[in-house]
Nanobody, 124 residues
Framework: QVQLVESGGGSVQAGGSLRLSCASYGYTSSPYRMGWFRQAPGKEREGVAAMDSDGTTSYAESVKGRSTISQDNAKKTLYLQMDSLKPEDTAMYYC??????????????????WGQGTQVTVSS
């Protein structure tokens, strides 16, 4: 059973940076796909960035150029570096993982395993 634990959220001013981490446990075979999603109050959860074992990455248009997803396989940790943060980036950020192939990287339905989330708050 894949377990995901996010960390690194916090409160920052607009223009600042944060690096989110997602430590993964409970498996011997690495997930094929891992990603970051976020959900702001009153809004649906949306895909932010994701990557698969083939090296393919995908970013939401709203964060493209400001965010970088990466993975340390030895540490079984997924990262999301977010720069030039904006108030509209304020949300709960979730890490997700899945083993199935041939599914969209930024679709919620492409993931079966989810973390509890880490809050990111950006003030103007």
């Amino acid at each position: 059973q894949v377990q995901l634990v996010e960390s690194g959220g916090g409160s920052v001013q607009a223009g600042g940076s944060l690096r989110l981490s997602c430590a993964s446990y409970g498996y011997t075979s690495s997930p094929y796909r891992m990603g970051w999603f976020r959900q702001a109050p009153g809004k649906e959860r949306e895909g932010v960035a994701a990557m698969d074992s083939d090296g393919t990455t995908s970013y939401a248009e709203s964060v493209k150029g400001r965010s970088t997803i990466s993975q340390d396989n030895a540490k079984k940790t997924l990262y999301l570096q977010m720069d030039s943060l904006k108030p509209e980036d304020t949300a709960m950020y979730y890490c997700a993982a899945d083993y199935r192939r041939f599914l969209p990287l930024l679709s919620e339905q492409s993931y079966n395993y989810w973390g509890q989330g880490t809050q990111v708050t950006v003030s103007s």
